[in-house]
């Protein structure tokens, strides 16, 4: 085996024991003990290829965004009959995703919800090619809406965005006891993401 290739052997069994062990056990207590210990790997080969639990949770970040967002470019249709068709497609599709890998629910849920304050700028950055698809597709769903005149689609968005952050608020800082918990936290974050998002579009009177 060349050299490269078991390096790259080496980088992927790390990340495979990194994902597990930040899928169960969440940023804070989550260990690169653990990782070596579990999946039989030495200190001195982890350490060579990331330097720290923070290089290794931001690659775990990066590649949770990745597949999520391409999962839903594969999976979300071209067109539905209307706004809210869509938006239920959406979560529908991401939640078939996290039933598929539930160790990105958890990386998800710290990435978002409970950012370890040191690495927020990180995350974000991670987190930008899903928040570019998040944008485009909103902004696909607002041609089935009719817009009052003095609004544009540019603005609703940056709207949507800066009211997500009021409900990633609303979670942050949760200690919860096991992975059910954390499951109904994002269950219960998106559907609130999935309600403001509505209201906005249609407004609150029947």
Same mark, same amino acid.
């Given at each position: 085996?060349?050299?490269?290739?078991?390096?790259?052997?080496?980088?992927?069994?790390?990340?495979?024991?990194?994902?597990?062990?930040?899928?169960?056990?969440?940023?804070?207590?989550?260990?690169?003990?653990? @990782? !070596?210990?579990? /999946?039989?790997?030495? %200190?001195?080969?982890?350490? /060579?290829?990331?330097?720290? %639990?923070?290089?290794? &949770?931001?690659?775990?970040?990066?590649? !949770?965004?990745?597949?999520?967002?391409?999962?839903?470019?594969?999976?979300?249709?071209?067109?539905?009959?209307?706004?809210?068709?869509?938006?239920?497609?959406?979560?529908?599709?991401?939640?078939?995703? *996290?039933?598929?890998?539930? *160790?990105?629910?958890?990386? &998800?849920?710290?990435?978002?919800? +409970?950012?370890?304050? /040191?690495?927020?700028?990180?995350?974000?950055?991670?987190?930008?090619?899903?928040?570019? *698809? +998040?944008?485009?597709?909103?902004? %696909?769903?607002?041609?089935?809406?009719?817009?009052?005149?003095?609004?544009?689609?540019?603005?609703?968005?940056?709207?949507?965005?800066?009211?997500?952050?009021?409900?990633? @608020?609303?979670?942050?800082?949760? !200690?919860?006891?096991?992975?059910?918990?954390?499951?109904?936290?994002? @269950?219960? /974050?998106?559907?609130?993401?999935?309600? @403001?998002?509505?209201?906005? &579009?249609?407004?609150?009177?029947?």
């Amino acid at each position: 085996m060349k050299r490269e290739e078991k390096s790259e052997n080496s980088k992927e069994r790390i990340i495979k024991a990194a994902l597990e062990e930040f899928g169960q056990n969440g940023y804070v207590a989550a260990s690169t003990n653990n @990782m !070596c210990k579990n /999946h039989d790997i030495s %200190k001195g080969l982890l350490f /060579h290829h990331y330097k720290n %639990k923070d290089e290794l &949770f931001l690659v775990c970040v990066s590649k !949770c965004f990745e597949a999520l967002a391409q999962y839903l470019k594969e999976n979300l249709p071209e067109n539905v009959e209307d706004a809210k068709e869509g938006l239920n497609k959406y979560f529908e599709a991401r939640f078939e995703f *996290f039933k598929a890998n539930p *160790f990105y629910e958890q990386i &998800f849920y710290t990435a978002v919800i +409970n950012t370890p304050s /040191h690495l927020k700028d990180a995350v974000a950055e991670r987190r930008e090619a899903m928040n570019a *698809f +998040n944008r485009h597709y909103l902004t %696909k769903l607002l041609d089935y809406v009719v817009l009052k005149e003095d609004y544009e689609k540019s603005s609703i968005i940056e709207l949507l965005s800066d009211m997500s952050h009021y409900i990633h @608020m609303k979670y942050k800082g949760s !200690c919860l006891e096991n992975q059910e918990e954390k499951h109904q936290i994002v @269950m219960q /974050h998106s559907k609130d993401i999935k309600d @403001m998002i509505l209201i906005l &579009f249609y407004g609150i009177v029947k």
